[in-house]
Structure formats: structure tokens, C-alpha cells
């Protein structure tokens, strides 16, 4: 596993608020981490996949935030390439939103986009 840095306006970002809930979901498992990665669903083409994994894979992209360490798979990065991950409140219920500037169209129930 490589730790990258690289241009954050071209990295994978975490709001205030999705650090601190992915914190939380490591808070019994600190050696653990998130893996974003993408694959085929949907009616639009790809679909987010965020895993708790022990290790992250010798090609993923290694961000580190407070309190939460994210790898990137690499085969995701270009489409994921300036994505903000935020955790928002949508009436009783919150929801990880993925900001990706990259996306061109969405499915209805936003489950699913497709890029340019």
C-alpha cells in the first residue's frame, strides 16, 4: 500500500460531518478502514461502494483524514476525481451524499450515475 498526495482539488474529500460518521463506525475497529470504490449497477452505469476493510489494496489511493483513513480504489479514481462526501440530515434519516463533479446523469432514486 502507497500513501498518495496529490492535488486535493482532484482528490476525494470528506466533510466535517461524514469524518466524524465514519469515525464513529471505526471508533471499535480503529486498525480497519473505508474503501470507496465504484461498480456496474443501476439505469445509469455505476453505482458508490463504501466497505470497511482491514487493508487497502497496493493500487488504492490512501487519504487520511482526522479520525479516518479512505482508499480509493484506482480503477474508480478517475470518475471519483474531485468527489466531496458528505452526511446529511433528510428528515429523520441520514444519508452519505457523494458531490461528484463528474457525474453527467443520476437515476431517479439516485442510486446509480453515469460520467462523462
Known amino acids: 500500500m502507497s500513501v498518495t498526495s496529490f492535488d486535493p482539488a ?8 461524514a469524518q466524524k460518521y465514519f469515525a464513529s463506525k ?8 473505508i474503501r470507496l470504490s ?8 455505476f453505482a458508490y461502494v463504501l466497505d470497511i476493510v482491514d487493508a487497502a489494496s497496493e493500487e ?3 487519504l487520511s483524514f482526522e479520525g ?3 482508499a480509493v480504489e ?6 471519483l476525481s474531485g468527489t466531496e462526501i458528505d452526511l446529511v440530515r433528510e428528515g ?14 443520476e437515476c431517479g432514486c439516485g442510486e446509480s450515475f453515469s460520467v462523462s
Open 68 to 70: 479516518v483513513t479512505l
Open 38 to 45: 465504484t461498480k456496474a449497477s443501476g439505469c445509469t452505469g
Open 74 to 79: 484506482a480503477k474508480s479514481s478517475a470518475m
Open 92 to 105: 429523520v434519516n441520514e444519508v452519505v451524499k457523494f458531490n461528484n463533479p463528474n457525474v453527467v446523469a
Open 60 to 62: 488504492d489511493t490512501v
Open 26 to 33: 471505526l471508533v471499535k475497529q480503529p486498525e480497519k478502514l
Open 10 to 17: 482532484s482528490s476525494v474529500s470528506l466533510t466535517a460531518a
